[in-house]
């Protein structure tokens, strides 16, 4: 059996172009695939590459297109973007006009520092850094 590799982490979001023009514009990651008008895109990282897909395209490829697809539940994923100054890319992220979760804070006990905002779709997302 051949060794499993990642590939990408792909979010499954309602407002697609909305978090498509989040991703691009807002966080600068850079277009792998895709544009904000498709129903699929991906975008370049270091380590893992970041896709989004319609929700309700995914909803029907697993027979569940009949389940409600915004029902109100905690968080089932965070995406965690490490970065090399959490306070510097929070300050640059505040002047786009993001709104924030939780601003920088020291967490002593994970080791990093953190700071939580959301995506146009509401999926959790973490700036995560040295201490």
């Given at each position: 059996m051949r060794a499993i590799k990642r590939s990408h982490i792909r979010l499954l979001v309602n407002r697609f172009k909305d978090c498509f023009l989040f991703y691009r514009d807002i966080l600068d990651l850079p277009v792998r695939y895709g544009d904000e008008n498709s129903n699929y895109a991906e975008f370049k990282s270091d380590a893992i590459h970041i896709a989004l897909f319609k929700?309700?395209?995914?909803?029907?490829?697993?027979?569940?297109?009949?389940?409600?697809?915004?029902?109100?539940?905690?968080?089932?994923?965070?995406?965690?973007?490490?970065?090399?100054?959490?306070?510097?890319?929070?300050?640059?992220?505040?002047?786009?006009?993001?709104?924030?979760?939780?601003?920088?804070?020291?967490?002593?006990?994970?080791?990093?520092?953190?700071?939580?905002?959301?995506?146009?779709?509401?999926?959790?997302?973490?700036?995560?850094?040295?201490?």
């Amino acid at each position: 059996m051949r060794a499993i590799k990642r590939s990408h982490i792909r979010l499954l979001v309602n407002r697609f172009k909305d978090c498509f023009l989040f991703y691009r514009d807002i966080l600068d990651l850079p277009v792998r695939y895709g544009d904000e008008n498709s129903n699929y895109a991906e975008f370049k990282s270091d380590a893992i590459h970041i896709a989004l897909f319609k929700r309700i395209l995914m909803a029907k490829v697993v027979d569940k297109a009949d389940q409600l697809l915004d029902a109100d539940i905690q968080d089932r994923v965070a995406l965690v973007l490490r970065v090399d100054d959490v306070t510097a890319v929070y300050k640059k992220l505040m002047a786009k006009g993001v709104e924030f979760v939780t601003g920088p804070v020291a967490r002593k006990e994970w080791g990093c520092r953190t700071s939580h905002l959301r995506d146009p779709d509401g999926n959790l997302i973490e700036i995560n850094g040295d201490l």
